[in-house]
């Protein structure tokens, strides 16, 4: 054993011992041991205190899917700390409705398409039996601006829904058969009296801005309303039992492909950038009419009531009469997918936090699926949409009618399966 004194002398004097004293430990200030903590052990400090984590060091999987504009969903903070509770994190891979049914899908766990034609697509494609969710729905819309809607009201061509205590209103029932008209007449803004209703002038066309449609299931569907409209009301691929007048060319759904087409803004944007258009600063100068979601209309109101204490009244929604639901599906491709479809129609904080972000959640057995976001709308102090006393629902075209449609509007690429599948 060493020994731990030292001589400790100056020259002549005797040698005398020294001991020296072991070293103190200073204990630190609780609130230094944090900061003193690695990154990776405060950052999971940190989720256990939020509830993002159940346990420490519980396992993660990361569930990857195709997702169209429904992703928006799941980059909500709230549902993703919902998910993580439940284990799961969702990796989102964003492309359009129908891109999602003609691309590869090798490698993904889910996908999340935003209506019925894309899903329809995709499940042809699938060689096994595979589980679906229908978590949610919401009509299709079209944005605008308070100046160009009056304008619409004095054509008579839109009627203002009755908002309550009698202010002014977000909402407008739209006569798509008299709107329509104004596109072939290819009528601009000035034209149907804009400058009587505003202290600005627009000499552009009246079109409605859409997404792709070669891509995005919003524009596909804006589709379907236009073709049923133009083809008397009814669907296209319907008209031998109707009697209707066939065209030269012996085939009745690409005649009225051909008198769609004109109607149509074909300048489409990428399918996820026309709702962030249509809200931002610079929305009105962009299109003065976008199509958009219901759901992402009340969300934005919602936010800005929570932000500023009052609605956007400058933005208003047109609803198009006869109007259109969209039915998102998700679909699952494997084991890890059928937990995340299980969780979307089982799960009741997921189903509260779709409703506080504006969808029309379908539920069994329960209150009415419009009822409860009505509460919560006035819950908000966001005036509630009343339903259009004209209930024309718009019949889809089947899907080989509908693809048809898209590919003549479009000059899509055909679906089909890919090479590597």
Not at 124 to 130: A, D, E, G, I, Y
Request: proline share 6%; glycine share 8%.
């Amino acid at each position: 054993m060493s020994d731990t004194s030292t001589p400790d002398r100056t020259p002549g004097e005797e040698p005398r011992l020294t001991t020296r004293r072991p070293t103190r430990r200073r204990t630190r200030h609780p609130r230094h041991v944090l900061a003193a903590l690695p990154l990776a052990v405060a950052g999971l400090l940190a989720l256990m205190i939020s509830g993002n984590a159940l346990r420490p060091f519980e396992r993660i999987t990361t569930i990857d899917g195709k997702m169209a504009s429904k992703s928006d969903f799941f980059k909500d903070p709230e549902v993703q700390r919902l998910l993580l509770k439940h284990g799961i994190r969702v990796e989102i891979h964003r492309l359009g409705s129908r891109g999602i049914a003609t691309q590869s899908l090798r490698g993904m766990d889910v996908v999340f398409p935003s209506g019925q034609p894309a899903a329809k697509l995709i499940l042809q494609r699938q060689q096994r039996s595979v589980r679906t969710a229908r978590p949610f729905v919401t009509p299709l819309v079209l944005g605008t601006f308070r100046d160009y809607a009056k304008t619409l009201v004095a054509r008579g061509v839109a009627r203002p829904q009755k908002a309550a205590g009698g202010g002014d209103t977000l909402y407008y029932d739209l006569d798509m058969h008299a709107f329509l008209k104004l596109i072939e007449e290819e009528r601009t803004w000035n034209d149907v009296g804009f400058r009587d209703h505003s202290r600005r002038s627009n000499g552009g066309r009246v079109l409605v801005r859409t997404s792709s449609v070669c891509e995005s299931n919003a524009a596909g569907t804006y589709l379907s309303i236009l073709a049923f409209v133009k083809n008397g009301n009814q669907a296209p691929g319907t008209e031998r039992t109707k009697g209707a007048e066939r065209p030269a060319s012996g085939d009745p759904v690409l005649g009225v492909a051909a008198r769609v087409k004109p109607l149509i803004n074909l300048q489409g944007m990428a399918a996820d950038e026309q709702a962030d258009s249509y809200f931002s600063d610079e929305g009105e100068s962009i299109a003065p009419v976008s199509l958009v979601y219901e759901h992402q209309f009340l969300k934005h109101q919602v936010d800005h009531q929570k932000k500023r204490g009052e609605q956007d009244d400058r933005r208003v929604l047109l609803y198009p009469s006869p109007h259109a639901l969209t039915e998102p599906e998700m679909i699952s491709l494997g084991e890890e997918g059928d937990r995340l479809t299980d969780l979307m129609e089982s799960d009741a904080a997921l189903r509260r936090r779709a409703i506080e972000l504006g969808f029309r959640v379908r539920f069994s057995g329960e209150d009415g699926t419009s009822e409860q976001l009505n509460a919560y709308l006035r819950e908000h102090e966001v005036q509630v949409p009343t339903p259009n006393p004209d209930q024309t629902k718009v019949d889809a075209p089947d899907l080989d009618a509908l693809e048809r449609i898209i590919n003549h509007v479009g000059s899509c690429r055909p679906p089909g399966q890919d090479d590597d599948e």
